[in-house]
């Protein structure tokens, strides 16, 4: 489904600031593979998913998506074949207009915009009832602005309109990390249920270590550019924080640095 | 106060020419988020084509369309300036605006052009006032319409998510180069186009007649959002609140003339007025509204 193959980034080269946040990184996910990615801080995770994402072209090495060479395809072009949740709850979503507009731009991903009406009233009906399978009341303020609603709503709704229009990949990076305990376990409870129901294959990058052994069928830690351990099946879900952590400290020969992490 | 009373319908008419260009402003400056400094250029540049075509001979309708058309050009530089060769909005106006002094000079031939009303078929003058009001609340309807339409359609909302979220615009697959130029191009053609009115109505094309025009068009977009935010919340009523907020200024602008201020401080005067009205939400949002406490971000029960 997704296949990394030596893939490089160096950020400013040849300034004092140089600084390879990818180095030969090689990652094959099978379809319906439901992936948590955990490391240090400056790890290389996010960049890894900006690298999919197309948010610049990678130094050296692949990118294919479902068996298309996507590595010099712009970021916007590439978006027919992603959904993306970001850390902050203010990214994901056009604050300034109403929640069925920003679902049904999200409708439209990856086809052609043309002169046609922006919303059909057919549409409403269907985001109504996705929007009540939240729970959180939004059905009843479809034509609220998004900037109205709470960081978690917004999440939800983001994550919504990630996977409105069904992506073969879907990239959550850190996207329960601003939220409240409460907030965040709601918000993770439904991306479970939808990756879930679509089939979907995800990566979802976590600070949480307990959240990344409960979810998904595979775990990869990332250390300085590059996957250190990969495990999945029977043998992941034995996992315990304590184990990560030992398996940390042997691979990379240094402790497991991660403010957020270590505050959980 | 007659003086003043014979004044008024002249004052409406030039401030809906300006409020039609503060719909212009409007688009660049609310909905795609850039300060577009290519006004200043472009709404000389429909005058100076409206007029000279005019001159030789063509027809009004046709001349106003091909200043449309030159002002998206213009639109269109800018935007290339700004997404090709990622030049800083701002920067990228102010270049094109140069380019346009000389444009305009070349298409003029000379720094004025006058384009007497009683010899050709002007659609606005000052010699019909009535006329010239009937046919500008017309122009304003249309564009209006236009505008309302197109921003509900999939690409015009496009163009509104790039304005308002680029990151997210993109994820969610939106050619956000191109609906900027877009945006660009069409602010720039309704910029030309009320240009090419104001030529017709003052009888002439001069090479300033843009200067400053963004700050009137700023002062437009920000009088009709303080006095009409709060009835209007409908796009099409917001457009026309801007255009209110053009007339209003204009009727503001001739009073004060009217009372004898010195008209060398005018512009000095808009400007100032601008600036503390641009303040305002900054200086709102830093000393009147209490920060929110962090980590209540789920607070609505999500
Ligand atoms: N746009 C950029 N310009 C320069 N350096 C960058 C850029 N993006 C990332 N980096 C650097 O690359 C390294 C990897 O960063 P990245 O954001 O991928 O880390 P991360 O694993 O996501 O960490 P965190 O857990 O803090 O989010 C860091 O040293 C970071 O400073
Ligand atoms: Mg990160």
């Known amino acids: ?264 | 106060m007659g003086g003043w009373l014979n004044a008024l319908p002249g004052a409406v008419a030039q401030g809906m020419i300006w409020g039609i260009m503060a719909i212009g402003v409007y688009i660049t400056y609310k909905i795609l988020d850039i300060a577009d400094l290519t006004v200043d250029g472009s709404m000389c540049t429909g005058a100076a084509v409206c007029t000279m075509l005019m001159l030789s001979g063509v027809n009004v309708w046709l001349a106003v369309l091909v200043a449309i058309l030159a002002g998206m050009l213009a639109g269109l530089l800018t935007g290339i300036f700004h997404t090709f060769m990622g030049i800083p909005a701002i920067l990228a106006g102010i270049l094109t605006q140069l380019i346009l002094w000389s444009v305009n000079l070349k298409i003029m031939g000379k720094s004025n052009q006058s384009l007497p009303a009683r010899s050709f078929d002007v659609l606005v003058t000052q010699l019909k006032q009535w006329e010239t009001l009937l046919i500008l609340v017309a122009f304003c309807a249309v564009l209006i319409a236009v505008l309302y339409w197109f921003f509900g359609t999939e690409l015009g909302s496009s163009v509104r998510a790039t304005g308002c979220n680029i990151g997210m615009s993109r994820a969610q697959g939106i050619n956000t180069d191109f609906n900027k130029i877009l945006g660009l191009m069409i602010s720039n053609g309704i910029v030309a186009l009320s240009g090419a009115l104001l030529a017709q109505y003052q009888g002439a094309a001069d090479i300033s007649m843009g200067r400053g025009a963004i700050v009137t068009g700023l002062a437009a977009v920000i009088i009709g959002e303080a006095v009409f935010s709060k009835v209007l919340r409908n796009f099409a009523l917001r457009l026309t609140g801007v255009v209110l907020g053009g007339v209003i200024y204009y009727i503001v602008y001739q009073t004060v003339i009217y009372l004898g201020f010195d008209t060398d401080l005018l512009k000095m005067l808009s400007a100032i007025v601008v600036a503390f009205f641009l303040a305002v939400p900054y200086w709102n949002k830093k000393y009147f509204v209490k920060p929110k406490k962090k980590g209540d971000g789920g607070n609505a029960g999500a």
Not at chain 1, 42 to 58: D, E, F, Q, R, Y
Not at chain 1, 129 to 151: C, F, P
Not at chain 1, 244 to 249: A, I, N, S
Request: net charge neutral; aromatic share 4%.
């Open chain 1, 1 to 264: 489904m997704l296949e990394l193959k030596n893939v490089t980034k160096t950020f400013n080269p040849g300034t004092v600031n140089e600084k390879i946040a990818l180095k030969n990184l090689n990652l094959l996910l099978n379809d319906g593979d439901f992936v948590t990615v955990i490391g240090g801080n400056g790890a290389g995770k996010s960049t890894m998913l900006n690298a999919i994402a197309g948010v610049w072209k990678p130094d050296e090495g692949q990118i294919l998506i479902d068996g298309v060479d996507v590595t010099g395809m712009v970021e916007y072009k590439r978006a027919k074949f992603l959904g993306r949740v970001f850390q902050d709850p203010m990214l994901g979503t056009a604050a300034d207009m109403e929640i069925e507009e920003n679902l049904a731009l999200a409708v439209r991903r990856g086809r052609r915009r043309g002169l046609g009406w922006g919303i059909r009233s057919s549409e409403r009906e269907k985001y109504k009832e996705l929007l009540a399978e939240l729970g959180l009341g939004l059905e009843h303020r479809l034509t609220s602005k998004v900037g109205l609603l709470s960081g978690g709503q917004r999440q939800a709704v983001t994550l919504l309109m990630a996977t409105l229009n069904r992506p073969k990949l879907l990239l959550l990076d850190e996207h329960t990390a601003a939220l409240d305990p409460a907030t965040a376990a709601k918000v993770m409870s439904l991306t479970d249920r939808i990756i879930d129901e679509e089939h979907l294959t995800a990566l979802m990058v976590t600070h949480n270590m307990q959240d990344a052994i409960t979810h998904g069928n595979r775990l990869i830690m990332m250390h300085e550019g590059g996957i250190i351990f990969d495990i999945s099946g029977e043998e992941k879900r034995k996992l315990t924080i304590e184990d990560l952590l030992d398996r940390f400290r042997k691979l990379s020969g240094t402790q497991f640095a991660n403010d957020r992490a270590l505050l959980n």
